[in-house]
Nanobody
Framework: QVQLVESGGGLVQTGGSLRLSCVASGDTFENYAMAWFRQAPGKEREFVSGIRWTDGGTSGADSVKGRFSVSRDNAKNTLFLSMNSLRPEDTAVYYC?????????????????WGQGTQVTVSS
């Protein structure tokens, strides 16, 4: 059974930085893609950034390009999201997700496994 556990959320001021982590277990993830999504209060969950586990190819939403970067540590089965220049509109619960297909998708219904989420709050 694949499990994902996020950590690293918290409260930060506008312009600050946070680094989220997601530890994956239950498989080898060699042919998986992993992604970060977020859901703000009253809004639908949206794609943030994703990465192919094999070659590290990444993609990201336009709203976070230049500020957020996704990476992974294959040896530790850990996914990261480094967030810089944070804005109040980045406030959301951030979720880690994975799918057993080596291609990043921006559609949440294409991901089979999800973490419990970690809260990120950016104060103005």
């Amino acid at each position: 059974q694949v499990q994902l556990v996020e950590s690293g959320g918290g409260l930060v001021q506008t312009g600050g930085s946070l680094r989220l982590s997601c530890v994956a277990s239950g498989d080898t993830f060699e042919n998986y893609a992993m992604a970060w999504f977020r859901q703000a209060p009253g809004k639908e969950r949206e794609f943030v950034s994703g990465i192919r586990w094999t070659d590290g190819g990444t993609s990201g939403a336009d709203s976070v390009k230049g500020r957020f970067s996704v990476s992974r540590d294959n040896a530790k089965n850990t996914l990261f999201l480094s967030m810089n220049s944070l804005r109040p509109e980045d406030t959301a619960v951030y979720y880690c997700a994975t799918r057993s297909y080596n291609r990043v998708s921006q559609r949440e219904d294409e991901y089979e496994y999800w973490g419990q989420g970690t809260q990120v709050t950016v104060s103005s």
